[in-house]
């Protein structure tokens, strides 16, 4: 499931020229420009933040004390837990699943 601004990407990533984006856009009272603008900049960072992942160092032995760390940001990056979930497991507070 995606969110509704991913559902909105694509469906302008689906647009076949700038002047169908527009149209749509003055259709739905949406500002594709600035849409556009928003769209570059979550995909420069989505491209930063997947650069930086690939860079870091994968666990050796599930015993790396790491695994557990790289083990909580993939259940976070899916949507399992939140942020203070996170932090509460890092912290030694405890794990509690999204709800």
Do not use: H, N, W
Not at 3 to 27: C, H, N
Not at 67 to 78: D, P, R, T
């Amino acid at each position: 499931m995606c969110s509704p601004t991913d559902a909105l990407a694509m469906q302008i990533d689906v647009m076949k020229t700038r002047e169908e984006r527009k149209d749509m856009g003055r259709r739905e009272g949406i500002d594709i420009g600035r849409m556009e603008k928003e769209l570059e900049i979550v995909r420069a960072e989505r491209d930063r933040l997947q650069a930086a992942v690939a860079a870091a160092p994968q666990p050796v032995a599930s015993t790396d004390p790491t695994a557990g760390i790289m083990a909580l940001l993939q259940k976070f990056q899916s949507g399992d837990l939140d942020i203070a979930a996170v932090v509460g497991a890092l912290t030694g507070g405890g794990v509690e699943k999204k709800a």
